[in-house]
């Protein structure tokens, strides 16, 4: 089994059994070299990259818009703080994609004004129901997200790692970030929101959704 493939199952094991591991120590035995990929506008696969860099620009403006209804709805509570931080790491997200979509010219998605109201409403909506509320949706948000860089770490490992060094080294950092925001939901008592199992469900398919919707338009 590849390296990918290993995280995959690991991530997919922990979904099935319940064990409540720290999400984020899966994905830490891929190891990337850490040498200049000469990744160029002509040497790549332009319409994987292209698909990789508008979807994941549109998940990260996504989250980020997530974060700003969060903190509009409990900026001035004791998790005002926590939020702050995960909202920060996600801010340098969507820079560094921001940088990388004028570095191979990428377009962004058609539906950024849909993400930019969804996002916000998922995120007021959910802090509305507290704390918890607001850590629910953190971790299926984040759980999705990691899982989706996943496969893209997996895809890009098989066509080419040393071409594509700059890109899968963007990518695993902002996965293992992903993955503290989820445990971080899990220690501030996501599992104590209301529904939280429907919750997360109905989170998870709006994130696939996305996901889908974003790689094609």
């Known amino acids: 089994m590849s390296a990918a493939g290993a995280i995959a199952a690991a991530s997919v094991g922990r979904l099935r059994t319940g064990v409540r591991r720290p999400f984020s120590e899966y994905g830490r035995g891929l190891i990337i070299r850490c040498h200049s990929s000469g990744m160029t506008l002509d040497n790549i696969n332009r319409a994987a990259v292209d698909r990789i860099i508008r979807v994941d620009h549109a998940g990260e403006y996504g989250a980020n818009r997530i974060y700003a209804g969060q903190m509009a709805v409990l900026g001035r509570t004791s998790v005002g703080p926590v939020i702050q931080k995960m909202w920060d790491q996600e801010k340098n997200h969507l820079k560094k994609f921001n940088e990388l979509m004028i570095a191979f010219r990428v ?31 953190t971790v299926a948000v ?10 893209q770490i997996r895809m890009l490992m098989e066509e080419d790692p040393e071409k594509y060094e700059e890109l899968l080294q963007v990518i695993k950092q902002f996965r293992d970030e992903e993955l503290e925001h989820h445990d971080t ?23 696939s959704a996305a996901i889908y919707l974003s790689e094609r338009f």
């Open 185 to 207: 939901g899990l220690d501030h008592d996501a599992e104590l929101a209301p529904a939280y199992a429907l919750l997360k469900r109905i989170i998870q398919a709006g994130c």
């Open 107 to 137: 377009r962004p998605t058609v539906l950024m004004p849909l993400w930019n109201v969804a996002g916000f409403a998922l995120g007021a909506g959910t802090a509305l129901l507290g704390k918890e509320g607001a850590m629910a949706c």
């Open 142 to 151: 984040e759980e999705s997200i990691a899982n989706h860089y996943n496969n």
